[in-house]
């Protein structure tokens, strides 16, 4: 689980896992790679100034040098801004993923970590065991819940084009707050850890390729 894994294979394994749950079924792999960056790049898609695929301006390769974080993978670089971690292509200084992990979390860390996102990204795609959400993106911006599920149902998500996704994984379940009269509604276990990445897969393929050759 991505929860419990060592970091420095956080990037090695994010293709197999980022989409654990639920099954989005990619097929960008005809783009070309510059295609491919360009859709990407964008969707504009990421926080606190930080965008996947966007290169680091020389503000943020300060911000990298003075707050390395240990255990990046190879060709990769990796640094922690207020709590974001930012992992970098050393290449092309383009960044690949945006994660950030809250352990020991309560309820209303849960809460204020979806709120958040929701805030950013509008509402999930869809949600899986009541314990991770997932936004996806095609090159034209968000998928809808609709959408997805309508695709889903003739077993034809291929076509959706998903090229990012932001995923919030959680120890906890995400439960709406209880409505008055309704006391255990809504209540979820003390603390967890939550966990949430924002990433293009087919992005990190393209990496993880390059890095072969």
């Given at each position: 689980?991505?929860?419990?894994?060592?970091?420095?294979?956080?990037?090695?394994?994010?293709?197999?896992?980022?989409?654990?749950?639920v099954?989005?079924?990619?097929?960008?792999?005809?783009?070309s790679?510059?295609?491919?960056?360009?859709d990407?790049?964008s969707l504009?898609?990421?926080m606190?100034g930080?965008l996947?695929?966007?290169?680091l301006d020389a503000?943020?390769k300060?911000i990298a040098?003075?707050?390395p974080?240990?255990g990046a993978?190879?060709?990769?670089?990796?640094?922690?801004?207020?709590?974001?971690?930012?992992?970098?292509?050393?290449?092309?200084?383009?960044i690949?993923?945006?994660?950030?992990q809250?352990?020991?979390?309560?309820?209303?860390?849960?809460k204020a970590?979806?709120v958040e996102?929701?805030s950013?990204?509008?509402?999930p795609?869809?949600?899986?065991?009541?314990?991770?959400?997932y936004?996806?993106?095609?090159?034209?911006?968000?998928?809808t819940?609709?959408?997805f599920?309508?695709?889903?149902?003739?077993?034809?998500?291929?076509?959706l084009?998903?090229?990012?996704?932001?995923?919030l994984n959680s120890?906890?379940?995400?439960?709406?707050d209880?409505k008055?009269?309704?006391a255990?509604a809504?209540?979820?276990?003390a603390?967890g850890?939550?966990y949430?990445?924002?990433t293009?897969?087919p992005?990190?393929?393209?990496?993880?390729?390059?890095?072969?050759?």
């Open positions: 689980m991505v929860l419990v894994m060592n970091m420095k294979k956080q990037l090695a394994v994010l293709v197999l896992v980022i989409l654990s749950g099954s989005f079924c990619m097929t960008v792999e005809a783009k790679a510059d295609t491919l960056l360009a990407v790049v504009k898609l990421g606190n930080y996947i695929g966007s290169q503000a943020a300060e040098a003075k707050n974080v240990d993978y190879d060709g990769t670089y990796k640094f922690k801004d207020k709590g974001l971690h930012v992992v970098v292509d050393s290449r092309t200084d383009r690949l993923a945006l994660y950030k809250t352990k020991d979390a309560g309820k209303d860390d849960l970590t979806v996102l929701m950013r990204f509008n509402e795609t869809t949600m899986a065991h009541d314990k991770i959400l936004w996806a993106f095609n090159k034209h911006g968000a998928v819940e609709d959408d599920n309508k695709a889903k149902k003739v077993k034809q998500t291929a076509g084009d998903i090229i990012a996704t932001v995923k120890e906890m379940k995400i439960s709406p209880p008055e009269g309704e255990d809504g209540k979820i276990d603390t850890s939550v949430f990445i924002i293009s897969e992005l990190v393929k393209q990496f993880m390729a390059d890095q072969e050759q």
